[in-house]
Structures are given as C-alpha cells and as structure tokens.
C-alpha cells in the first residue's frame, strides 16, 4: 500500500467561501475550466493558445513529449513583445497606462502601451546596432525601474535571449552568469535607490566584466546620476536611445525559440541556467495571471511587489499583467522608506506603510506578494496599516513560500479587509508559471493551503518509492508536461534529466514536500531536505513553524533539525516577536508549550530562541541550512547567497545565550 512517508499534525478548520459579490463578477466562478482540461488536457490548452495569444502563423502540434524533453505549439510562430505591446495599441488601448512606476525618492513616471512600444521599438534598434542577433545572449542588471522592462521586451522583440541577474548579486555572481550563458552585451545602470539612499551598480557590473570574454558593450542607464568609472565598452542607454529609429517590425519567432535564461543559485552547486522559450510559457503566464488574478484590464490596478530580478518578476510584472493588456503598478524600493515628506526623524521612527501608502494612492486592485514580507508587516504591526484605505483591494496573492496560516490570516484581516479571497500560488522557476493556487471565484480557502493544481496541471503527491498517495505527507510531483515547463539547463541536458526526471521515474521531482488532507486540500511542506527525522518521525519545517506563528507573539519562525544524540534530530526553533512583545525566558517557554498544545508532544522544540531577525536569501527565503549550523554550534558554511549576513552572529549570540532543555 501506498504510505504517507512525511507525517503531519497541522489541522485546520477555518475556512473561507469567495463572497456572493465577488462570486458576481468572477471571470470564473464555477469547475467548467477543471473539467474542460480533465477531459482533454492539450485541448484545453490549444484553446488557451489560440484565446490568449496572437500568433503570427498558427501551430499544427500542441505537445512533442520525448520524456524529459518538450515542445509546446510546435509550428507555431509569434512575438513576445507584440503580444504585450503592438497587439494593445493597435486595438485602441494605446493610452491605456502599463505601468504606474514610482520611484523609491516618490519620483513617478505613467507609462501608458503606446509609450513602451515607442521606447521597446527604439531600444530594440539599439540592441541591433550593437550587433545582437536573434539568439544572442544579453545580460541585464538593474534595479526596479522602467527600462528594465523595455530591455526585456526589446531582447524579445529581436529574438535575443536574456539572462536576468538580481540587482543584489556580487560581482562573481554575475560574472559566473555571464560566463555560462556567454553574453554578448550588459545592460545595466549607475545605481538605484533603496533604503533611503543610492546605492552602486555600475562598479560591480565593471568588476564583472574584468573576468568575461564575452561582453562587448555594456549600456548603462542613468538613475541616479553618481560618479562611475567609464570603460571602452560603455555607452549610455540616453544615448543610444536619443538617435534610435521607433520603427523595429517584431521578429516572428518559433514558439520554441528561447525566451530568457534566468539562473536559480544552488547554495552550493553551479548556478543552473533555466531555460524558458515563447508560445508555452506565455499562454500558461497569460492563462494563471488572468484567472488566479480575476483580472479585468479595463478597471483593474493590478502590483505584483516582487523585484524582476526573480522568475515571479518576469512571469507576473512582465509578460503575464502586459500580455493580459492590464495597468500595473511598479515599485523601486523597501516597504519600510517612506517617501521623502514622511522621512521625519531617524530612521527607527520613519512610518513603515510605503505599500499601503501606494495602495491607496493608485487604487490597486490587486496585490501579490511573499510570505516572508507578511510576517515583516506582522512584525512591524496593524498600526502602519489602519491610517489607509485599502478598500480597492479584491485579490491578494502570494508566493515564494508555504504561507502559515496566521500569516494568512493577518493578510487576510488586515490587508483584505475579511472580504479578499487569497490566492496561494505554488509555483518555481522551473515551471514558470503558476502551478498550484486556488482560483478566487471558485474555490473555498482553507488559510495555509495553497488547495491544488491550476486546470490542465496534474500533480501528484508521492511516498519513497514514487507510489501516488491520497492522503498525508510525501513527495510533490507533476506527472505530465505543461506549457510553461522548462525545457532545460542551459548547455547541460544531462544535469537537467539528473536533477528533475531521476529521483521518481517519469516524474517531474523539484525538492518540496506535500500533504494531502482529508478533504483533499493540498499544503506545501517545505524542502524536502529540510524534513527532520526526530525519534524516527518525519515531521516537516513548515508545520512547526506554523504553529510556533500560531502564538499571539508570534511573526515569524524558522525551524531546524539539530542533531541530537537521543532523537536523531532535535527541533529547534527561531522566533522573531510581533512588535510590542518583550523577548523573556517565560515567553520562549509558552511558545514552546504553544507548539506541544497545537501539534501534540512530538512537535515540542527541544528549545526556541527568540531573535531579532532571521538568515535569508535575497528573495527571502529563509536559509534554514545555516541556521542548522549554528544549532549544532559548527562553522558557518557559504554565506555569499545571504541577504544580510550580520544576522547569523546575533542569531549565535543569543543562541549561546539562551538556555535549552530536553
Ligand atoms: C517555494 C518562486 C510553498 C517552494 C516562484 C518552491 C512555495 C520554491 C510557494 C521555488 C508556495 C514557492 N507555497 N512554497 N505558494 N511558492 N514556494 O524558484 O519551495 O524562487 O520549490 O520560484 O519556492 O522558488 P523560486
């Protein structure tokens, strides 16, 4: 029999129906989407194809499938950029805005469809003259602002591939991934705003450059005019643009031609260049951003809050909301900077409400954004938000993590005012697109679960031995291709067959554990490698942590197993407080006890440790393989992926504090 190899404790009763009004005026509202794809899975995304993309020349396949290898819409041919730009205005929507961007200084630019195609048009003609052909390889490093997208448009526009690299990476990470994909030009800027101040890019894409071969020109944009050093292979984008041509055809490109390579960074491993190409990924972009988001272009404001530099950027600032022809918000910097007029006093006394402050001010409609940040405005608490109204809200949405049910619930509160129906999408940059969400007509919401697969996805939870289970913890799978799939790893097919298509035979395996409740609710139970065996029990990271959120003190939790001699591995966790908590040994002993009463025994953590911030990667995952280090008192291993790395030594000083017992 097919046994549940990853136990779990969390129940949850709550739940939550899409309101009557919200029902009213859902695109979807009812299964006949699940049902048109369950009964002819290609067929329904054909129609998908057809509906939601222009095609230059139809397709006459939908689905090459040589296991692990796929092609969508073969015969298919179409542009990227003219689905997101020409097809908009020459329907009329020309003055339509794409983007309200606001700058982290309160500076704004409303750039409607007619605006990005004049300047993608240009751009793109730049990118030509500089000797880019179709195929060729661009990098891109820059921060949040305009021409980052009209780079982006402008390498699809001519059929150059680009390689986006994180504003925050070092100099040897962008080095690395220039050098892997063999770039040919770099764009990338002076610097950028955040945190209150300009920061430098232009120095360490130099130093970068130092160690490629490869890089011929490097286009800088001005954002905020300092001092950089100026080489033979820069120019400036003003520049170029000034004398560029606005008249630049789109290629007509084969739906499998590639779109963009967008590098996830192994904490130890080779950064692995995931390989994205046109027809399939934009029908499932356009497809999930539709529909997991309601949109309705012609009223809706709709901000995804996620920096570009992240497949969540490309999928949904980008390609998804401009195919879909929606107005969308754009945002240079932190939640907690205030624009200038609100900067009174030092820093600890600025508002944290920049986000509600942009709500308000646009009348966004929908908002889409992490856990992680979540649990930062839990931390920072209700009051940032009550001065705004919020009520233009009607979906939220979240990604890059398992969201634990109290977090959803402050969202949902707080946030969605109680009457927002939260979409949980689980999704990677390997699958490109939106994977698993509820759909927010449809589906009734239990805080927490992320429900199950979107139409057309099939996704199966396994036990060790690949077996399909019902119910109870395993392996999360997809069992057949989609469009939005990657199709590779750039310049190595073998390590992309190892990586994903080994560890369960025909089977998609990307590294998450699942559940499957009685009512056949789908929750995400973290990596697997973070599952820790404690007295021969598989319990998962996230359920624990979920409970530890469950206490009114509680923002935020990370949980480890630290070896222990008794049990195998001992559960250990890392608490930051909600504001107004005084961090004391009693508290940490409730939460402790909190766990046991929620979970059972088994769950108690063998200690908890109150902290003032947690170990977190750039897009802000938490990094629990450090945090496992420190309770096991060793050396920290590679730290260069940490967004702030100070935060481990105050983790380790009051670990080294704090007392623990069995
Ligand atoms: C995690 C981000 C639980 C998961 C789009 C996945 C999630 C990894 C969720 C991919 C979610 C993302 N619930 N976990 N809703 N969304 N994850 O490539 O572990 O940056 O494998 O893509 O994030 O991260 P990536």
Redesign the pocket.
């Known amino acids: 029999m097919n046994e549940p190899t990853i136990e779990d404790y969390y129940s949850e009763d709550r739940k939550f129906a899409p309101s009557a009004d919200f029902v009213a005026q859902a695109l979807t509202a009812d299964q006949s989407l699940y049902e048109e794809a369950a009964a002819d899975r290609l067929a329904f995304w054909a129609r998908q194809a057809r509906e939601l993309v222009t095609w230059f020349e139809d397709f006459d396949t939908v689905l090459e499938w040589e296991l692990p290898f796929a092609k969508w819409f073969v015969g298919g041919k179409l542009n990227m950029s003219y689905n997101c730009l020409d097809r908009h205005v020459e329907a009329g929507k020309g003055d339509r805005v794409a983007f309200h961007w606001e700058g982290e200084p309160g500076d704004t630019r409303t750039i409607t469809y007619a605006d990005l195609l004049d300047e993608v048009s240009r751009f793109a003609n730049v990118l030509k003259d500089l000797g880019v052909h179709k195929g060729d390889r661009v990098c891109i490093y820059m921060p949040m602002i305009p021409e980052l997208p009209v780079a982006m448009l402008a390498c699809s526009r001519i059929g150059a591939p680009h390689s986006i690299v994180f504003g925050g990476f070092s100099s040897d990470a962008l080095a690395d991934r220039i050098n892997d994909a063999e770039a040919k030009v770099l764009i990338t800027s002076d610097g950028g705003y955040r945190r209150g101040d300009p920061f430098a890019l232009k120095g360490t894409a130099d130093t970068a450059v130092a160690a490629t071969d490869s890089i011929e020109h490097v286009v800088v944009v001005q954002r905020t005019g300092q001092d950089v050093a100026w080489n033979d292979v820069d120019v400036w984008w003003h520049d170029l643009m000034a004398d560029a041509s606005p008249d630049c055809p789109p290629e007509s490109l084969d739906s499998e031609d590639l779109l963009y390579l967008l590098y996830?960074s192994g904490t130890t491993a080779k950064p692995k260049g995931i390989m994205h190409t046109t027809g399939g990924y934009l029908t499932q972009v356009a497809f999930t951003h539709k529909y997991v988001f309601d949109l309705h272009p012609d009223d809706d404001v709709y901000w995804c809050a996620a920096d570009i530099g992240?497949?969540?950027g490309h999928s949904y600032i980008v390609y998804g909301p401009l195919a879909n022809g929606c107005t969308s918000v754009m945002y240079e910097g932190t939640p907690d900077t205030p624009r200038p007029e609100h900067r009174e006093g030092d820093r600890a006394s600025w508002p944290k409400d920049r986000l509600w402050d942009i709500i308000e001010r646009y009348g966004v409609t929908q908002l889409y954004t992490a856990p992680t940040a979540i649990r930062t405005f839990m931390k920072w608490g209700a009051q940032e938000v009550e001065p705004h109204d919020l009520s233009s809200l009607k979906v939220l949405g979240?990604?890059?993590?398992?969201?634990n049910p109290e977090a959803w619930m402050w969202y949902h509160t707080y946030i969605g005012g109680e009457t927002c129906p939260i979409v949980?999408?689980?999704?990677?940059?390997?699958t490109g697109g939106h994977m698993?969400t509820p759909m927010p007509g449809v589906t009734t919401t239990k805080p927490g679960s992320?429900v199950g697969a979107i139409p057309g996805v099939d996704i199966e939870v396994v036990d060790d031995a690949g077996n399909p289970i019902e119910r109870g913890g395993g392996y999360l799978t997809i069992s057949e291709p989609w469009p939005a799939m990657l199709r590779g790893i750039w310049g190595d097919p073998e390590r992309y067959k190892e990586t994903y298509w080994s560890t369960y035979e025909g089977r998609y395996f990307?590294?998450?554990g699942a559940k499957i409740d009685d009512e056949g609710y789908l929750w995400?139970l973290?990596?697997v490698d973070d599952v820790m065996n404690v007295s021969g029990h598989r319990i998962s990271t996230t359920e624990i942590e979920s409970a530890l959120v469950d206490h009114p003190s509680v923002a935020e939790a990370a949980v480890v197993g630290a070896t222990d001699a008794t049990t195998g591995q001992a559960i250990v966790g890392y608490v930051i407080l909600r504001g107004g908590n005084e961090a004391s040994a009693e508290l940490a002993e409730e939460i402790r006890g909190h766990v046991a009463t929620k979970l059972g025994a088994i769950a108690r953590p063998r200690a908890v440790f109150l902290v003032p911030d947690l170990p977190k990667t750039r897009?802000g995952?938490i990094m629990r393989r450090l945090l496992r280090d420190v309770a096991e008192g060793r050396n920290l291993g590679d730290t260069t992926t940490l967004a702030d790395a100070s935060v481990v030594d105050e983790i380790r000083d009051r670990a080294a504090e704090a007392p623990q017992e069995d």
């Open positions: 996830t992240w497949v969540t979240t990604v890059g993590e398992p969201i949980d999408t689980w999704w990677q940059t390997e698993i992320a990307a590294g998450d995400l973290g990596r897009s995952k």
